[in-house]
Nanobody
Framework: QVQVVESGGGLVQFGGSLRLSCSAS????????MGWYRQAPGKDRELVAV???????NYADSVKGRFTISRDNAKNTVYLQMNSLKPEDTAVYYC????????????WGQGTQVTVSS
């Protein structure tokens, strides 16, 4: 059974940084893409960033220039470097191993909480 596990969340002050990690129990190259999503209380889950197996990336407008998604295929791990964090970035962040780029069909992690204090 495929497992996807996020880590690295926590409490950080406004303007601070965090790096999230997403580790898979299988070779992540079998997936079309790996994505990060987030869900704040009372809101729908939204795309944060996605990276295709070939390296192409896409970001939500709200995080462009502040967040960077990357992957280490040898470690079966995807990262989300988050800089200049704002209180509105507070959410549970989920990793999604996608069967195909642009589709959320695949495997989800359990989520990691990110809280940005003002």
């Amino acid at each position: 059974q495929v497992q996807v596990v996020e880590s690295g969340g926590g409490l950080v002050q406004f303007g601070g940084s965090l790096r999230l990690s997403c580790s898979a129990s299988v070779n992540i190259l079998i997936f079309g893409a790996m994505g990060w999503y987030r869900q704040a209380p009372g809101k729908d889950r939204e795309l944060v960033a996605v990276i295709a197996s070939g390296g192409m990336t896409n970001y939500a407008d709200s995080v462009k220039g502040r967040f960077t998604i990357s992957r280490d295929n040898a470690k079966n791990t995807v990262y989300l470097q988050m800089n200049s964090l704002k209180p509105e970035d507070t959410a549970v962040y989920y990793c999604n191993a996608q069967f195909a780029y642009g589709s959320t069909r695949g495997y989800w992690g359990q989520g990691t909480q990110v809280t940005v204090s003002s």
